[in-house]
Nanobody
Framework: QVQLVESGGGLVQPGGSLRLSCAASGSIYRISDMAWYRQAPGKQRELVAIISRDGNFNYADSVKGRFTISRDNAKNTVSLQMDSLKSEDTAVYYC????????WGVGLSENDYWGQGTQVTVSS
């Protein structure tokens, strides 16, 4: 079983900062892309930032210059540093991983895995 567990959400004032973390655990052979998505009430889930195993990254235009994604391949973790937060950043943030699990010593096919989500609220 592979699990992604997020932490670090909460309430912050506009202009403030938060750091989200996500740890993947379980029978993991390899993780390729890791990412953060978010979903605001009444809106579709959208990609916030994505980072490859090699460290190549991309951001949604709305967060460029404010958010920074990073990962630790040895620890199977991905983080999102969010600075200069705005009210429109309020959403549930989800961790994503493209993961190849392992069973009986054999790497299985890659699948998409999601965390349970963590609420980020930006409000005064």
């Amino acid at each position: 079983q592979v699990q992604l567990v997020e932490s670090g959400g909460g309430l912050v004032q506009p202009g403030g900062s938060l750091r989200l973390s996500c740890a993947a655990s379980g029978s993991i052979y390899r993780i390729s892309d890791m990412a953060w998505y978010r979903q605001a009430p009444g809106k579709q889930r959208e990609l916030v930032a994505i980072i490859s195993r090699d460290g190549n990254f991309n951001y949604a235009d709305s967060v460029k210059g404010r958010f920074t994604i990073s990962r630790d391949n040895a620890k199977n973790t991905v983080s999102l540093q969010m600075d200069s937060l705005k009210s429109e950043d309020t959403a549930v943030y989800y961790c994503y991983g493209r993961i190849r699990p392992v069973a009986w010593g054999v790497g299985l096919s890659e699948n998409d895995y999601w965390g349970q989500g963590t609420q980020v609220t930006v409000s005064s």
